[in-house]
């Protein structure tokens, strides 16, 4: 994996962090519609460990994988200076292997998107079936074809930070053919006297509810809901940028 490398650093120090924290604060609301209780909870591309530090300090087991192993690095420290309790493991969700089982498994922030081909996701959600005892969820979130194709282009160029020490900016485009939108982020990061230029381009894939939808079911994991808003509950709407899908083993 060549990005969230040198990115992982912007990525951490930026607000992208607070996306996952907030899912933490709303969730308990979400668990007690579905009368759900669970005790140990596997965050798949955790990320820098926002959500799997926030869910341990409520007083969950959590576990979280990812790809990339500078972003664990960073989820692995701030654990530790945080004093808090989390497995972080290095693994691709394309291909999720676990002795235990779990009561709930949770994805957030685009990170499904990053799955730039339709066996992937169905691999993917395979896996989690595979990590959840039978009737326990799996909550997640993916931006909509709607959210990359339109929300994300606003802007062809766009500052993201701007810090003493830290400068983003990203670059949108998207191919509608393939619904795949690039984002070109370039990065300064200061380093003594001066900045070290730092390039990422990372790609995400629109996949239509339709074709989400298709995948849970080739794995047997039953929907439960959809909403344009954790928070709200609410029916997606034509222009929701990002749907949330409750599903069961
Ligand atoms: C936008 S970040 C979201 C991180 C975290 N979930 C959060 O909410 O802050 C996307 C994450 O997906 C991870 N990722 C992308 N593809 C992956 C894969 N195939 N398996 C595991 N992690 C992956 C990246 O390394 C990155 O940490």
């Known amino acids: ?20 924290e907030r899912m933490a604060e709303i969730l308990p609301a979400v ?20 959500f799997a530090r926030a869910m341990a300090k409520k007083g969950f087991q959590v576990t979280g994988v990812d790809l990339s192993p500078k972003m664990l690095q960073i989820a692995q420290e701030r654990a530790q200076r945080e004093n808090v309790k989390v497995e972080f493991l290095l ?25 730039l081909k339709l066996e992937d996701l169905t691999r993917t959600f395979a896996g989690v079936w595979r990590a959840l005892k039978k009737g326990d969820l799996f ?26 020490e830290l400068f983003e900016i990203h670059r949108p485009i998207y191919d509608f053919e393939k619904n795949i939108a690039t984002l070109r982020i370039t990065g300064f990061v200061k ?5 070290s230029r730092v390039e990422e381009e990372h790609k995400e894939r629109g996949y239509s509810l339709r074709e989400i939808r298709e995948c849970l079911k080739e794995v047997g994991l039953l ?5 344009g808003s954790l928070q709200e509950m609410d029916e997606p709407r034509p222009d929701s940028g990002r749907v949330w899908f409750v599903v069961r083993k």
């Open 1 to 20: 994996m060549d990005i969230y490398e040198r990115f992982a650093c912007f990525y951490a120090k930026g607000a992208y962090p607070k996306y996952s």
């Open 31 to 50: 668990l007690e519609r579905f009368g759900a209780k669970p005790q140990t909870i596997l965050d798949l591309a955790c990320g820098e460990g926002a």
């Open 91 to 115: 693994q691709d969700m394309r291909s999720l292997s676990f002795e235990e089982k779990f009561d709930l498994v949770t994805c957030w922030y685009d990170s499904l998107n990053y799955l």
């Open 139 to 164: 909550i997640f979130d993916m931006n909509t074809v709607y959210g990359l194709a339109i929300g994300w282009q606003r802007y062809p160029c766009y500052v993201q930070q701007d810090t003493y």
């Open 191 to 195: 380093e003594g006297n001066g900045w």
């Open 223 to 227: 929907e439960l809901a959809c909403w």
